[in-house]
């Protein structure tokens, strides 16, 4: 058991209802092992990402990446972070932002489901990292304008999100990172018949 597969272990959620290991085992850790992601991994998640479904097949979703060992690119990726990311994310190796073109290629009106769509190619990417070891840290905590001047970002598309990737430290001290993962019950987020009643297949 490798050192990934134990932390994992270590948070693997409580479900309700019985879920994948790769859902369950899934956390956002803020430790991260001194450890460089194979290339081919790191082609394998946005390959994964790449083939999530979006609004008529628009893709807007692209990623800006930078690993540790890219110095100087990787320093301008952290600057792009709010401090309090920064603070943890500068241990990770791999750091990416998740940009979206904001207007439709088809006719030029606005993606409303942009983020929607790179939402769901993040996830994609991270279920991929997570079957292969890795673990992925998603971040709203970002500086947009910071990345449009540092990595030239056109017209037309916005800098969403930040992703960590690498693999979670099982020795870790942080609280953060031995903390129990909770959820709302299961009860109160998925409704039928009208808002708030619980669908009756919710156990």
């Known amino acids: 058991m490798n050192d990934a597969t134990d932390v994992r272990t ?24 001194d450890r460089a992601v194979p290339a081919e991994d790191l082609a394998a998640v946005f390959e994964a990402a790449r083939w999530a479904p979006s609004c008529y097949n628009e893709q807007p979703f692209r990623y800006l990446v930078a690993t540790r060992d890219e110095g100087e690119a990787f320093a301008r990726m952290l600057a792009c972070l709010v401090d309090g990311n920064r603070a943890w994310a500068q241990a990770v190796p791999v750091l990416a932002l998740g940009v979206v073109a904001t207007s439709f290629a088809r006719n030029g009106s606005p993606n409303a489901h942009a983020r929607h769509d790179l ?12 079957a292969r070891g890795l673990a992925v840290h998603q971040m709203a905590g970002i500086l947009p304008d910071v990345a449009r001047e540092t990595w030239g970002i056109p017209e037309g598309f916005e800098a969403v999100t930040g992703l960590a990737l690498g693999y979670a430290d099982p020795a870790s001290p942080l609280e953060r990172d031995r903390a129990p993962r909770t959820r709302r019950p299961l009860a109160e987020t998925v409704f039928a018949g009208t808002w708030g009643t619980t669908a009756s297949f919710v156990p």
């Open 119 to 130: 939402g769901l190619a993040s996830a994609n990417l991270t279920v991929e990292a997570s």
């Open 10 to 33: 270590l948070k693997t959620a409580d479900p309700t209802v019985p879920v994948h290991a790769l859902v369950a085992e899934r956390f956002s850790p803020y430790g991260w092992l």
